[in-house]
């Protein structure tokens, strides 16, 4: 997904005990040019001296800080560089429900292009960086340059593609498949940034993965401890350890004979 000007520097590249997010290699902190942006993205553009010296800049977030919240004016979409978050929508009645945990290497804050106005508040779980991207700027070049347009369609797209899998996933899948297909997403977008894809720390609290998956926090915390019973996962506080893999894809598969899948067995044997 990244090329050689973006991968993930060696020095900074730290164990699940650590604590520390995957951290993008980058010349400048400050600002991030347009051609190292679309390459983030998995993308590329032709060579253009009228593209070379377009840059954004890059603001650094603490724990908790927010980048944008809900109802603020839509003025830019964001690149997360390092870290992860969280995007936190609020109803009329209070209730809080975790839409997404965006980490390196994904945009956020495309939601505001309708209305004029975020519809959710971005919020970060640990210290971290983003670029601020003007969309009156991108759009700009969008019309200049048909390469810049369509790394525009191709976010567009790929927040469809998000928000559909989330349908799929809160509409059709139990609670154990919705764990397990959590953690298997976790695994690979940290398994493209360079990172482990079986060893990993949570930054997110259960209540949120809770919030996220459409279930309670003791159903979070159940289904975890009953998916390490079975010997699929090491649980350790927010540490988590992949133990089988393959065993974790067969809870997804919906025509597995009931046989086949191990935390249900667990379950039924324990009644």
């Keep these: 997904m990244f090329d050689a000007a973006m991968h993930i520097v060696e020095s900074d590249r730290q164990s699940p005990a650590s604590g520390s997010a995957p951290v993008l290699s980058t010349p400048n902190w400050a600002s991030i040019g347009l051609l190292d942006l679309v390459a983030a993205l998995g993308d590329k553009l032709a060579q253009d001296p009228r593209l070379a010296d377009v840059r954004f800049p890059v603001r650094r977030v603490k724990p908790g800080e927010r980048l944008y919240r809900a109802g603020d004016r839509f003025e830019a979409i964001y ?6 978050f969280k995007t936190l929508r609020v109803d009329e009645a209070g209730s809080e429900q975790v839409l997404a945990f965006p980490m390196s290497g994904d945009v956020v804050g495309l939601d505001g292009v309708d209305s004029g106005r975020y519809t959710a508040d971005l919020i970060a779980l640990d210290t971290g960086h983003a670029a601020v991207v003007s969309f009156s700027r991108i759009a700009q070049l969008g019309r200049e340059h048909p390469g810049v347009e369509r790394v525009l369609y191709r976010l567009f797209s790929r927040e469809l593609v998000r928000q559909h899998g989330m349908i799929c996933l809160l509409s059709t899948l139990s609670a154990d498949s919705r764990v397990a297909t959590f953690l298997l997403d976790l695994s690979e977008r940290l398994g493209r940034l360079g990172c482990s894809r079986t060893s990993f720390v949570l930054r997110m609290t259960r209540q949120e ?7 309670q926090l003791e159903t979070v915390s159940r289904t975890l401890s009953a998916l390490s019973a079975a ?25 597995e004979e009931p046989a086949a899948r191990p935390v249900r067995v667990l379950r039924r044997a324990a009644a």
């Design 209 to 215: 993965i809770g919030s996220y998956l459409g279930m």
């Design 79 to 84: 690149l997360v560089r390092c870290g992860f």
């Design 231 to 255: 010997g699929l996962i090491a649980v350790d506080g927010k540490s988590i350890e992949l133990l089988d893999m393959k065993g974790l894809r067969r809870l997804l598969d919906p025509q």
